[in-house]
């Protein structure tokens, strides 16, 4: 068999075929020979060749997603000091979210699958990933004063525990009344550690993004 001179474009044809059937049949309801049937050509050894299984996609489909965090433009912003950086990534990320609908209809079909132990793995994967990333913007802010001096990776994984799990009502479920509560007290105890991230702006954006992803 003659060796692929593109790898990464047949890696990319994968990924997109899985994630049309993903949104349009449902994970569970996707096999290996449904993607293959959309590769336009390319058989089962081809898939095989560059994934072990339908997870494998799925996995490569949440590090493929994951590069949406606009933290390049959050870095080379011209901002005052590594708290309005980290607030201008929170801000950047939100409205990427709501504007990709690749995005948007990815991310709902995980939060649909969350029950399943496998999947929540898989989040929690995505969220240390997340928290590795912020975490030099919030040492940035500790070491110009914005942000309280303390461990920048457990303020890191603070604000993405509360944003991502406690604020989510399909993780914690919660009336409207329950969720602005919440996001009440989470912009005071971030106030209280000294992390003042979270403003105005960045809660209407947050519950836009929760609206529009159906989280």
Known sequence: ?????????????????SLKLFLEKG?????VL??????????????????????AVLDALFTHLGKNLPIEAAMSANVANGLERLKLLFTLSLQSNIASNEVTAFMTMIMS??????????????ILSTAKVIEPIIAEGM????????????YAEIVLIMTNY????????????????????????LDAIGMPVINNEITNAFHDNIEALDL
């Open 143 to 154: 070491a110009d004063g914005s942000i309280r001096k303390g461990s920048a990776k457990a």
């Open 113 to 126: 699958l969350l029950a399943e132990p496998r999947f929540s793995y898989k989040r929690h994967d995505e």
């Open 27 to 31: 994970y569970d309801e996707t096999t």
């Open 166 to 189: 406690w604020m989510m009502p399909k993780q914690f479920p919660g009336t409207d009344e329950d969720i602005l509560a919440r996001s009440e007290l989470m912009i005071e105890i």
């Open 1 to 17: 068999m003659p060796r692929n001179k593109y790898p990464e474009e047949t890696e990319k044809k994968i990924l997109d075929a």
């Open 34 to 55: 449904d993607i293959v049937a959309n590769l336009n050509g390319l058989t089962r050894g081809a898939f095989y060749h560059h994934f072990k299984s339908k997870e």
